[in-house]
């Protein structure tokens, strides 16, 4: 099992950016090997995929209502994975988790505890 814990998150106006930080540790399976997304919840909705990267950074998926305006990127020597928020709008206001899926391809079964991001009109 991997630990995950993200940082970064916060409270800021409509238009700004926010970059959230996601670090694993704890697994002897190659970080480089394992896919890590981004998810989020918002209150009374279902937990929805922001954006997923695959082990190498080579691949990347954004749901649509980020697309444009999120980026994904992970840093296999320092085991952490990032999203960098920008053109926040209030809709973006979620609790988000970072994921990790072992072996890529895997259910997406290691969840960090949340980091909350707040965005106001």
């Known amino acids: 099992q991997v630990q995950l814990v993200e940082s970064g998150g916060g409270s800021v106006q409509a238009g700004g950016s926010l970059t959230l930080s996601c670090a694993a540790s704890?697994?002897?399976?190659?970080?480089?090997?394992?896919?890590m997304g981004w998810f989020r919840q918002a209150p009374g909705k279902e937990r929805e995929a922001v954006a997923r990267i695959s082990g190498g950074g080579s691949s990347v998926y954004y749901a649509a209502s980020v697309s444009g305006r999120f980026t994904i990127s992970r840093d296999n020597a320092k085991n952490t994975t990032t999203l960098q928020m920008n053109s926040l709008k209030p809709e973006d206001t979620a609790i988000y988790y970072c994921?990790?899926?072992?072996?890529?391809?895997?259910?997406?079964?290691?969840w960090g505890q949340g980091t909350q991001v707040t965005v106001s009109s």
């Open positions: 994921a990790a899926a072992q072996p890529c391809g895997a259910e997406y079964s290691n």
């Open positions: 704890g697994s002897a399976y190659p970080y480089a090997r394992t896919c």
